[in-house]
Each structure stands twice: as C-alpha cells, then as structure tokens.
C-alpha cells in the first residue's frame, strides 16, 4: 500500500538513437493523494508529480522527419534543461525513494512500450533500473490494452489510438513528459 508509482518515457533523435533528447516521468506517490481517495480516476491523477527534461548536449535535435517532435510543448508542468549525469541522478532517485525509517519503497513502473525505457535507460544512462531493487511490479499499457480486448494480442498500439479510445486527445504527443502523463491516465482509465 506504500507502494510509489512511477511511470517514465525517453524521447530520442530520429535519426540517432544515440542522442536521448528528452525524459518524463510521471510519480504517482500514495502518501500525497488526498484523502479520503475518491473513486474518480482525476482526483487521484491530480496528486501527480510530473517531470519533462530535455538533454543539454542534445536539446537542438529536434524530430521533424519521422515523427514530428513537440519538445516544446510540455503541458503539465516546467520543462528544465539537465546534463545526462543529472538526469540519471533523478531518475535514480525517482526510483529510490525512501521511507522514515530509511528504508528504499517499492515501486510499481508503469509505461508504453516498457521495455524499450528499461533498454534506453540502461544503455545511455548507464542506470540499471532492474538492479536498484525497488520495483516489484511492470504494468505496460500496451499488454493492458491487449488484456481489455482493445488490440489483437499480436499487434501494437500506438498512444494516441489507446487514448483516442477512452476520447482523449494531446495535440502533442512526442513530447516525452506529455507522453508518459498521458500514459499514466490510460493505465489508470483501463484498470
């Protein structure tokens, strides 16, 4: 029950995945909801703590040809530019909260497609995320959208066809905060 939810989303150049662009996390964390906790799905996403970084070294890659790319258009909160050493320090201690009593809580990792951020976090970031030893449970949206009969168990499913389902739009998807926000409200509307 004390379990912090953290869905997260990394945002690469088209054309060199090399250059992580952008990072969001979304932090869902129990002992901030309001109390006492509504059944409404809002009321409880509003508790919300949301990030949106973009990577210094490489801010000025912008996605244009592939898939067009809206790093400046985060709408939930403040953008903030770090070097790489400092996103891998927040998102290592976005992963590693603790209690009061030092001890590290468990977290439940929520996102799209979750194993291309385990992957892209491992290998650029050089943070094993598997390894801090706090989560203890994956929710991908895509296998949820699979297990409530949305999508063919053989297929994809893009975030804006998993949101357009439950009449939701964002005018600008590919922005790596607006994306996980946004995957965080899905994973909460289908369970």
Known sequence: QDAVIVSLDAEWYEHDD??????????????????????SAWDILSSME???VRIKPHAHLINKDLCKGYPEAFQFGWTTFVHVDEARAML????TRRDEFG?????????????NDYEIIKSRFGLDLQQLGTIVATIDTQVL?????????????????????YNIEEPYLHNAGNDIVCTMIAAFLMV
């Open 18 to 39: 090399n250059f992580i662009t952008e990072l969001g996390a979304s932090v869902l964390d129990p002992r901030f909801i309001s109390q006492p906790i509504s059944s």
């Open 50 to 52: 949301n990030h949106h």
């Open 92 to 95: 290592h201690d976005i992963f």
């Open 103 to 115: 001890n590290l809580r468990p977290v439940i990792f929520v996102g799209h497609a979750i194993d």
């Open 145 to 165: 959208a699979v297990e409530h009969g949305l999508i063919e168990p053989s297929r994809k499913m893009r975030l804006s066809i998993l949101l357009a389902k």
